[in-house]
């Protein structure tokens, strides 16, 4: 897309974000100097800010293949795209699909993500493998009255969470990485679930966040 496309681009995103400003929209935020257009029922990263603290710590290389699980507003894989050699960003919410696609012309790397429409793993061929799946996990296990929530309310036994778990290896690479963010406060912690200990994967921590209250969210690694 050339810049002055881009540019007349930019300019319809901010007048739809500024006309979108609801209790459900946060219109138009940025991450650092990325702007971000959150459409109505997609995750706001920055104000749900276990998004924003993900970012700050991906572990993406030069030439990674990366794949954007619950991509949101795209944050991850727009991050991620700066060094990856190719960025798959998929959710089960078509609005999101229809922002991060929207983020991603915004921020200049649309050449280099590919969206998808999916339910966990079910848009992933089965020969497909990546150096970095990444996962901003719903970690409260509560059922989801909305799409809206079902970003950070992964139902009463976890199902999208123990979901993951039982796929996430066979779309990963050998020397591959899986990196999420969770609550290091609520229990059971995603890392003991028995899905968790099934991949044979091992977690490292990486980094962490307090709120006020004294919630912790944490960010891990977790490799072969």
């Not at 794949?67 to 089960?92: E, N, P, R, W």
């Not at 901003?136 to 199902?159: H, I, Q, W």
């Not at 200990?197 to 921590?205: D, I, V």
């Amino acid at each position: 897309m050339s810049d002055m496309l881009r540019g007349v681009f930019f300019t319809k995103l901010r007048q739809l974000a500024l006309a979108l400003q609801n209790g459900e929209s946060s219109g138009l935020v940025y991450y650092h100097d990325k702007p971000l257009v959150i459409l109505p029922s997609v995750f706001d990263p920055m104000k749900h800010w276990s998004g924003e603290l993900l970012a700050d710590n991906l572990v993406v290389q030069e030439g990674d293949s990366v794949l954007d699980m619950g991509t949101g507003s795209g944050l991850q894989a727009i991050c991620a795209a700066a060094k990856a050699s190719h960025v798959v960003a998929c959710d089960i919410n078509p609005m999101a699909v229809k922002c991060a696609r929207a983020n991603a012309v915004l921020n200049g790397v649309e050449d280099k993500i590919e969206f998808r429409r999916s339910d966990l793993f079910k848009s992933i061929a089965p020969d497909e493998q990546f150096d970095l799946i990444i996962f901003n996990m719903p970690f409260f296990f509560v059922d989801a009255k909305s799409t809206m929530t079902k970003a950070y309310l992964g139902g009463s036994n976890g199902e999208v969470v123990r979901g993951f778990w039982r796929g996430v290896v066979d779309y990963l690479a050998p020397n591959g990485k899986v990196q999420i963010t969770f609550s290091g406060t609520i229990k059971p912690s995603v890392l003991e679930l028995e899905e968790f200990a099934q991949t044979g994967l091992k977690p490292s921590y990486v980094a962490e966040r307090r709120s006020l209250l004294g919630h912790r969210v944490c960010v891990y690694v977790a490799t072969r």
